[in-house]
């Protein structure tokens, strides 16, 4: 499946940018990388025909675009061109295999991203993996929603989950899941093809993990709460400071207790238990 890459020039970038983002998000745009000039975004090729940007128009700032197509056989060279690894305070070091430095870490994870989002550069990556680790994972059963590259159900092997379950829509993203499960000799993941649905069929989960964006989050959590045991824990993230209370006011109708949240320049992660 391709993507399209949007890069949008903002004026002025700040606050500008922010609020495009988040009105965008809404599209279907997966993810986006911030620059001095705006940002770039990332819409899969199923939604890229039915984008309108016509009716927006703002009093604060202007802004244009650029678009090209990002074939599939084209991904893993641009990554691995500039693609560094990140690491996350001494808790966390995601890179490539080619990767040589070694890093003062408690774990490593080894990704090749392929056309599947999620190398850990992006914030809300970041700020799910550092909530991970002050979460008890030991011998608990974990669902990664939206998987993407699997580095969220890698990392929750990592912290002792001995059944966690990764899902995505992407075939994409469950080849490269499979693949980078593999790469870091995971034992208790298993990745299925598949939507919110499937959970039906599913056994109650510990602890559910879910990094994909404000309106199908908000879909999806119902089926959070059917199927989070009580005490569990349900991080969300994917979406901007600014959706944190629509986010949270619906959770609280569905039995979820906010815990906190955390941010990351203009995004958000909200931390819940099920009651």
Not at 24 to 52: R, V
Request: hydrophobic share 40%; charged share 25%; glycine share 4%.
């Amino acid at each position: 499946m391709n993507y399209f890459e949007y890069t949008f020039a903002v004026n002025p970038p700040q606050p500008g940018s922010e609020i495009l983002m988040a009105i965008i998000a809404d599209m279907g745009f997966e993810t986006f990388d911030s620059n001095e000039q705006g940002f770039a975004a990332y819409i899969n090729e199923e939604y890229n025909s039915t984008l309108n940007f016509d009716d927006l128009v703002f009093d604060d700032f202007t802004f244009s675009y650029t678009v090209k197509k990002i074939e599939q056989k084209n991904w893993n060279q641009q990554w691995e061109e500039g693609f560094e690894p990140v690491v996350i305070d001494d808790l966390l070091c995601i890179k490539a295999n080619f990767h040589k430095q070694n890093f003062n870490v408690k774990h490593t994870i080894y990704i090749t991203p392929k056309m599947s989002f999620g190398t850990g550069h992006h914030q809300t990556t970041r700020l799910v993996s550092k909530a991970m680790f002050d979460l008890n994972f030991v011998d608990k059963r974990v669902l990664d929603m939206g998987c993407g590259t699997a580095v969220l159900a890698i990392l929750a092997e990592k912290l002792g989950a001995n059944e966690i379950l990764g899902i995505d829509i992407d075939d994409w993203s469950i080849e490269n899941s499979i693949e980078n499960c593999n790469e870091n000799n995971c034992k208790n993941i298993t990745i299925k093809k598949g939507n919110v649905k499937d959970l039906e069929r599913e056994l109650n989960f510990d602890i559910i993990l879910a990094n994909i964006n404000k309106n199908v989050l908000k879909a999806q959590l119902p089926s959070y709460s059917a199927k989070l045991n009580k005490a569990g824990k349900l991080l969300l993230s994917g979406f901007f400071k600014t959706d944190t209370k629509e986010l949270t006011e619906l959770a609280a109708e569905l039995q979820f207790k906010f815990e906190r949240e955390l941010n990351d320049d203009e995004w958000c992660m909200l931390q819940f238990e099920r009651l």
